[in-house]
């Protein structure tokens, strides 16, 4: 345990240096630990988020009760029950407004997009996943947003994780993209409606976030 922590380490000083960039279709890639240098900044932002809107295990509107927990913060919130998917400006379980989006979210989300080509990144919704060991994101279409034509900026945190993305269709056989701690997937344009999920999380146990993946998805929902 102790060295692969170390060659954690390493490899992580080694991205914060220089960034990589992976390509993962036309208009969508893998920005390697491109949020390495906001996570000091982000924590104490999704800590105040989560004081006033935690986590929750929500139901879809085919009744099940979804593995991953569910938070949101922006002027407008994420949420699914039995009446269907949509977003919202009040979270449903305070009957208050969403928290604000951090002022460190909303640089890192818009440098994100910049970065992999979409400049002008506006996002007014950011859905907070919380993922712990055997917690699953079934593949889905990101579809209840107003318009496609901004794109969808998603930052891993803690545990590493295996992505899908696949294609169109829900039949075209997905990528598997391994995400660490600080791992930044951006698609949009023609990649915008691709399929995509995340694999059971494997147990592990992260230094900073403990037995845990925390995904940050920014939309420009309304
Ligand atoms: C999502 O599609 O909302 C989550 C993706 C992820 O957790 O990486
Ligand atoms: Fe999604």
Redesign the pocket.
Same mark, same amino acid.
């Given at each position: 345990m102790p060295s692969n922590h170390t060659a954690d380490l390493f490899a992580e000083a080694e991205l914060r240096q220089a960034p990589r960039t992976e390509p993962l279709g036309p208009q969508a890639c893998v920005l390697r630990g491109f949020a390495l240098p906001w996570v000091e900044r982000l924590l104490p932002g999704l800590r105040g988020v989560l004081r006033a809107a935690p986590f929750r295990q929500m139901v879809t509107p085919g009744g099940f009760t979804m593995s !991953?927990g569910l938070s949101s913060c922006g002027q407008l919130g994420w949420t699914t029950d039995r009446d269907g998917y949509r977003y919202t400006a009040v979270d449903p379980q305070s009957g208050q407004p969403w928290p604000a989006m951090p002022e460190a979210f909303r640089e890192l989300a818009r440098a994100a997009a910049t970065q992999a080509g979409f400049a002008g990144f506006e996002p007014d919704a950011c859905?907070i996943?919380h993922?712990v060991p055997g917690a699953r994101?079934s593949l889905?279409q990101?579809k209840d947003e107003r318009d496609y034509g901004a794109p969808?900026v998603?930052v891993?945190l803690g545990l590493p994780?295996v992505?899908q993305l696949g294609g169109q269709q829900r039949s075209e056989r997905p990528l598997r993209v391994p995400?660490q701690h600080g791992d930044v997937?951006v698609w949009g344009g023609v990649d915008r409606l691709r399929y995509?999920? !995340?694999l059971p999380l494997k147990d592990g146990m992260h230094p900073l976030l403990g037995p845990r993946?925390i995904?940050l998805?920014f939309r420009q929902a309304g």
């Open positions: !991953v859905l996943n993922y994101m889905h990101d969808i998603s891993s994780a992505f995400l997937v995509h999920g !995340v993946r995904n998805t």
